[in-house]
């Protein structure tokens, strides 16, 4: 299993200002992704953030709004830039670990972010 | 196209019970996975249960198991047991590889009530 630990655990924040989303995990992992829950929804995938390349963004989803950073192999952080009310949503991070063909997907505890 | 159905928005059960939470998917692929969540009031996704689409076995957790179906596409959590503090959402993921990257995609959700 992985330990992931996210800073901070919520914030209420200004319209246009921006946030920044910490995640560390307490083993080396590979792939590292980012989710929003906005409320009452499911969970959507923001990006993928591995080590030593540039995030790959899903459809709606763009770097200049989302800058995400992955220094090393057991942190990242994302950025919710210029924000507006309807950022509104939990932001989560996540693991993947697999040996063999067995897979586990653990998620951070996330980040409630109220935007006013 | 919707790759995960949760078809029942809320269930309830009675204490001690068991219950079923049902899940279908949709892919072409040969090799995937699907993963159970649980997501309490306080917002945490916790990990419950994987199914490999090549196990023979269905994947058992304690008090949850997964009765995998794959000529249906069903992959359907059973809680044994029920306990008050079972009450929370559900979600059924997907495990979906598309351009090269690799993410989970979530059904919308079931709302477990335990009652005493």
């Known amino acids: 299993s992985a330990v992931i630990s996210q800073k901070p655990s919520r914030d209420i924040c200004q319209r246009g200002t921006s946030l920044t989303i910490q995640c560390q995990v307490d083993s080396q992992v590979t792939m590292m992704f980012w989710y929003r829950q906005q409320p009452g929804q499911s969970l959507t995938l923001i990006a993928t953030a591995n080590q030593g390349s540039e995030a790959t963004y899903e459809s709606g989803f763009v770097i200049d709004k989302f800058p995400i950073s992955r220094p090393n192999l057991t942190f990242s952080t994302l950025t919710v830039s210029n924000m507006s009310p309807e950022d509104s949503s939990i932001y989560l991070c996540?693991?993947?670990?697999?040996?063999?063909?067995?897979?586990?997907?653990?998620f951070g505890p996330g980040t409630r972010l109220t935007v006013t | 196209a919707q790759k995960i159905t949760q078809t029942q928005p809320g269930m309830f059960v009675q204490e001690k019970e068991a219950v079923t939470l049902d899940c279908t998917y949709d892919?072409?692929?040969?090799?995937?996975?699907l993963f159970w969540y649980k997501q309490p009031s306080s917002g945490e996704m916790i990990f419950l249960i994987y199914?490999?689409?090549?196990?023979?076995q269905n994947a058992t957790e304690g008090r949850y198991s997964l009765n995998f179906q794959k000529a249906r596409k069903s992959a359907n959590l059973v809680i044994s047991a029920s306990q008050l503090g079972d009450s929370a959402m559900y979600f059924c993921?997907?495990?979906?590889?598309?351009?090269?990257?690799?993410?989970?995609?979530f059904g919308k959700g079931t709302k477990l009530t335990v009652n005493p």
């Open positions: 996540s693991v993947l670990t697999q040996w063999g063909g067995h897979y586990e997907q653990y």
């Open positions: 993921a997907m495990r979906d590889i598309e351009g090269g990257s690799e993410k989970l995609v």
């Open positions: 199914q490999g689409s090549y196990d023979e």
């Open positions: 892919t072409s692929d040969q090799s995937y996975g």
